[in-house]
DNA sequence: CCCTGATTCGC
DNA sequence: GCGAATCAGG
């Protein structure tokens, strides 16, 4: 075994990097990456001084890098082995690069059919909506037909992810890809 | 209950 | 340096 994956070399810490920048949560850089976790990710991102993504300009006397008040008191005794999973799809011994995500597609700006992309299936009425599911309320609530979107809503929010960032967020960032497909 | 990143600290 | 445990929040 010369690597089992779960060792920064420099490729896939360029990987991290790549994927960090381009927006990806912890979580799917981390399965993308294979044998680590999101806290790998995190903790390893945190060490390269990437967090806060493309925020910076931090203040001089920063109150929040300042002000941090330690509250993580982890358990004396921490077993918890992770398990792992070697999903090598290698024949020969040549390692396989991974990373088919992303394909770098510039976004129609608006896109108001994604929610009509969205199967019959998937909609809702209020009978059945339940407390884990999205609320976007779709058509006319005085007509039958009405629908909620019926998505996994995130806890403590009424919306889904999707919905959530229309509810939440007017319209926002999209330079980073304004930038990728410009280069 | 799903997820996100942030932080701490034993290893 | 690493990352699990934990925190804090959407």
Redesign the pocket.
Known sequence: MIDAG???TDER?ELLKKL?IDG??????AAELGN?????????????GL???A?DAKPAGSP??AA???????????????APQPHNNNVNNVVIAPIPLQPVIEEPALLPDEELAVPMSERVTIMDLRE?MCRWPMGDPTKPDFRFCGG??????PYC?HH?RIA?QPVADRKRERKLARA
């Open positions: 779960a060792t920064w810490v960090w990806l949560s912890a979580s799917q850089i680590v976790t999101r806290n790998a990710v995190i903790g390893k991102v945190h060490r390269l967090s806060g993504r925020k929040a890098a941090r008040p330690r509250k993580a008191t982890r358990a004396p005794s921490a077993p918890a082995p992770i884990s996994r809503s995130i806890t403590g929010l992810t959530s939440y």
